[in-house]
């Protein structure tokens, strides 16, 4: 019998990853790093989830979602140094934050 679990893990922890790595230039993008508490708040309720969900491949996914945001907290702050650097364009709204 073959157990997919730790595959299922895999792919879903490089889909993961790759999702959240648009969020984070679209979100210092639009609204710089004024939002990182909300990955704080989801990156918990995803850890906290993920300890109290019996249902091992489950607790997983949430835990590699709860990591990311929180992971992505400080890439929030990194992106903003890629966008002073001149890697990432600036948004013209926000001149005036850089």
């Not at 639009?30 to 491949?57: M, Q, R």
């Not at 990311?68 to 890629?82: A, N, P, T």
């Amino acid at each position: 019998m073959l157990h997919y679990s730790g595959i299922v893990i895999a792919v879903s922890c490089f889909i993961i990853i790759g999702v959240f790595h648009p969020i984070v230039i679209k979100t210092e993008y639009y609204t710089g790093t004024k939002l990182w508490w909300l990955f704080l708040i989801v990156g918990l309720v995803c850890i906290g989830a993920a300890l109290l969900i019996a249902n091992s491949l489950l607790s997983a996914i949430l835990g590699i979602v709860g990591a990311s945001c929180l992971w992505s907290i400080k890439e929030l702050y990194d992106q903003r140094k890629r966008v002073q650097k001149g890697w990432f364009p600036k948004n013209p709204k926000r001149k005036d934050e850089y």
